[in-house]
């Protein structure tokens, strides 16, 4: 006989009770809990059950997987930077040695933007303008009282920047920093202004205004005593009498006289040019993140005419398109929490030029490269020299910016710092000082907080500086600087891979942190 045994059939044993099974056709009325229905809902909830924990491991372990983002410092090689590197020089040489607008400046944008098209990825974007070049064709500068002599150009002098031409013979006046009324109390019009050159107190620009504003027939401006040889700066539009830049030891020559109450008399003559061309900015900007919180990441791509300019910033622009690929080549990339504009900057040795020109659109919503308000930009990062070959590791000290930054600035500031410490190499705080030395200066001036790195310029390095870092004291941080030998022979390989990884680590963290408007003080 058949029997039905709970919900299986089975066949009867005779070693089997009444009460062991149930059989066909006469079953009494089981309780629901010994019901085939039963079963069945027991089946369904299981299986029901186990889909459930499927959805939910799967919705855990993707969003895991969506979220782990590998540090993007990890990605930043040398063979990489210097493939860039090797890349502008080799445009440089192409180029009458150097990379303005007149000689190899396009060439570089060119290759910016095809190694960036290539990821499919970027919104790509260009910003025309016109800027003023400025050309020094020759000028001499003798002295002759109180006693004669004759200075070589490019050695003793050279004219500063947008120096107007002319020809002057006067006496030497000195009004310290020109930045101060004070300072031309005994000035005497149609005197040199003899003014010395630093960062701090006022622009080299406000210092020659002064000098026109009191009637001076010319300026002398001596480098400040951290300097090595002459330095290159200048004005940003053409001034109306001679300015000469001199070296700080011809300068402290003399003043030694000066300051024995003899008269020292110079001639000067000076023939300069200005010619306008057209340059661009170049603008990548990632698809994803907050378009309310952007991250600026800058460099300029210009040199001087002197040089290639591989240093003085190939290196900050090399360090910045890589940081750009490896976005892109990470999950950081389709993760980002905030938006990313990747800016290379055009004409910045002519006075910051290019990133002034961004700003100003974006304050007067004219000529825009993309849209986007002022409100939108959360903060600047700027890298400009990190190859330098005497070099310094440094990081702009936010609290020595304008008052409306500070918060936002020192935020940033930490971030670098934070990275030094946990590789443990040394490092040190520079000053913003005067704003016109590199393009965080249109960012800090209108509100926009700003932080960067730098390896140094000019300057000397001091023996507190040796103690740090090593490298020779009072030698110049780079002693090619704005010279025809900045060249890729002219880079230190270990710090401008460590300024790279240290740039990786701040822009991810600012990249993905949540509430990036409250971190920096808005």
Same mark, same amino acid.
């Given at each position: 006989?058949?029997?039905r045994?709970?919900?299986k ?7 089997m009770?009444?009460l062991?099974?149930i ?8 309780p629901?809990?010994k019901s085939?229905?039963?079963a ?6 299981s299986?029901l ?6 959805v939910t491991?799967?919705v ?7 979220t ?7 990605n930043?090689?040398?063979s990489r930077i ?8 080799k445009?440089?040489?192409?180029n009458?040695?150097?990379r303005?607008?007149?000689?190899g ?5 060119d290759?910016?933007?095809?190694q ?9 974007t260009q910003?025309?303008?016109t800027?003023?070049f400025y ?11 109180p ?8 050695q003793?002098f ?7 031409s002319?020809?002057?013979?006067a006496?030497?006046n000195?009004?310290n920093?020109g930045c101060?009324?004070s300072d031309w109390t005994s000035?005497?019009a149609g ?13 080299i620009?406000a210092?020659?205004?002064m000098a ?5 027939a ?9 300097g ?16 000469f ?8 020559e003399?003043?030694d006289v000066?300051s024995?109450r ?5 001639d000067l003559?000076?023939?300069?040019e ?8 170049v ?8 378009e309310?919180?952007?991250?600026v ?7 001087v ?13 090399s ?6 690929? =490896? ?5 950081l990339?389709s993760n980002l929490k905030n938006?990313i504009?990747?800016a290379?900057w055009a004409?910045?040795e002519?006075g910051?030029?290019?990133?002034r020109?961004?700003?100003?659109s974006?304050l007067?919503q ?7 308000k ?5 903060? #600047?990062?700027?890298?400009d ?9 440094g ?8 008052e409306?930054?500070? =918060?936002?600035s020192?935020?940033?500031?930490s971030?670098?710092?934070?990275y030094?410490?946990?590789?443990d190499l040394?490092y040190?705080l520079?000053e913003f ?11 800090i001036e #209108?509100?926009?907080p700003?932080?960067g790195?730098a390896?140094?310029a000019?300057?000397r390095?001091?023996m507190e500086?040796?103690?740090l870092f090593?490298?020779i004291?009072?030698?110049a941080y780079?002693?090619?600087?704005h ?7 002219n ?7 460590q ?6 680590y701040?822009?991810?963290?600012l ?7 409250t971190?920096l003080?808005k």
């Amino acid at each position: 006989k058949r029997y039905r045994h709970w919900s299986k059939v089975i066949f009867q044993d005779e070693r089997m009770s009444d009460l062991d099974y149930i059989p066909l056709g006469n079953q009494a009325k089981l309780p629901f809990w010994k019901s085939k229905m039963f079963a069945w809902c027991i089946i369904g909830i299981s299986v029901l059950a186990i889909i459930l924990v499927g959805v939910t491991l799967g919705v855990v372990l993707t969003k895991k997987k969506d979220t782990v983002i590998a540090p993007l410092e990890n990605n930043i090689y040398l063979s990489r930077i210097m493939t860039h590197l090797n890349q502008l020089d080799k445009i440089a040489k192409a180029n009458e040695g150097s990379r303005t607008a007149f000689t190899g400046y396009n060439a570089s944008v060119d290759y910016i933007l095809y190694q960036l098209a290539a990821t499919n990825w970027f919104t790509l974007t260009q910003q025309w303008f016109t800027a003023s070049f400025y050309t020094e064709i020759n000028a001499t500068m003798g002295q002759t009282a109180p006693r004669s002599q004759t200075f070589t150009l490019k050695q003793d002098f050279q004219t500063l920047r947008f120096s107007g031409s002319g020809s002057v013979s006067a006496k030497l006046n000195w009004v310290n920093t020109g930045c101060n009324d004070s300072d031309w109390t005994s000035f005497v019009a149609g005197d040199i202004a003899f003014i010395q050159r630093e960062a701090v107190v006022c622009s080299i620009a406000a210092k020659v205004a002064m000098a026109v504003s009191h009637n001076a027939a010319a300026v002398v401006m001596m480098y400040d005593p951290q300097g090595t040889g002459l330095f290159s700066a200048g004005l940003t539009s053409a001034a109306p009498i001679p300015c000469f830049a001199i070296t700080y030891a011809l300068g402290s020559e003399f003043r030694d006289v000066l300051s024995d109450r003899i008269d020292v008399r110079l001639d000067l003559w000076a023939l300069t040019e200005v010619k306008n061309a057209t340059n661009a900015n170049v603008f990548a900007t990632t698809p994803g993140g907050d378009e309310n919180n952007i991250i600026v990441v800058g460099s300029h791509l210009d040199s001087v005419p002197a040089g290639p300019g591989i240093n003085d910033n190939g290196s900050g622009s090399s360090v910045n398109l890589e940081l750009a690929f =490896q976005v892109w080549n990470s999950t950081l990339g389709s993760n980002l929490k905030n938006k990313i504009v990747f800016a290379w900057w055009a004409a910045e040795e002519i006075g910051l030029v290019g990133s002034r020109y961004f700003v100003n659109s974006v304050l007067q919503q004219n000529n825009l490269p993309f849209p986007i308000k002022k409100e939108q930009i959360a903060l #600047n990062l700027n890298f400009d020299m990190l190859g330098s070959p005497n070099f310094h590791r440094g990081i702009f000290n936010g609290s020595s910016g304008p008052e409306n930054v500070k =918060q936002g600035s020192s935020g940033i500031q930490s971030i670098f710092e934070e990275y030094f410490k946990k590789v443990d190499l040394t490092y040190d705080l520079m000053e913003f000082g005067n704003p016109g030395r590199s393009d965080f200066a249109s960012f800090i001036e #209108n509100g926009i907080p700003a932080g960067g790195l730098a390896t140094g310029a000019e300057v000397r390095k001091s023996m507190e500086s040796r103690k740090l870092f090593g490298g020779i004291a009072n030698a110049a941080y780079d002693p090619c600087y704005h010279l025809a030998c900045d060249t890729v022979a002219n880079i230190n390989q270990d710090v401008i891979v460590q300024m790279g990884k240290a740039a990786a680590y701040t822009l991810q963290n600012l990249a993905m942190k949540e509430n990036l408007a409250t971190f920096l003080g808005k």
